[in-house]
């Protein structure tokens, strides 16, 4: 599963040919969530408020590239890598 970012320790992933809806995968020290680009957590849990609130600023912000990317892997293209957070 391509890395598509990391900042801050967390690790951003995107499978290729996955189901609906669009989301991505998530560690943050050890810990790992599926979530989805309106920032809900679908499974698991990240353990850290802090974590979570920047993954979401990262999908506000990165809302379209993540969207041009799952549409990549959905057509089993290589997905792009996407800028991290500052």
Same mark, same amino acid.
Not at 17 to 24: G, L, S
């Given at each position: 599963?391509?890395?598509?970012?990391?900042?801050?320790?967390?690790?951003?992933?995107?499978?290729?040919?996955?189901?609906?809806?669009?989301?991505?995968?998530? %560690?943050?020290?050890?810990?790992?969530?599926?979530?989805?680009?309106?920032?809900?957590?679908?499974?698991?849990?990240?353990?850290?408020?802090?974590?979570?609130?920047?993954?979401?600023?990262?999908?506000?912000?990165?809302?379209?590239?993540?969207?041009? +990317?799952?549409?990549?892997?959905?057509?089993?293209? %290589?997905?792009?890598?996407?800028?991290?957070? +500052?």
């Amino acid at each position: 599963m391509p890395i598509i970012s990391r900042f801050f320790g967390i690790i951003v992933r995107m499978y290729y040919d996955e189901h609906n809806p669009p989301h991505i995968h998530v %560690e943050y020290q050890n810990n790992k969530a599926v979530i989805d680009f309106n920032g809900n957590i679908l499974k698991g849990d990240l353990k850290s408020r802090t974590a979570t609130r920047l993954i979401r600023e990262w999908i506000d912000i990165h809302f379209k590239d993540l969207d041009e +990317d799952w549409n990549l892997a959905q057509s089993g293209k %290589e997905v792009h890598e996407i800028k991290p957070l +500052d």
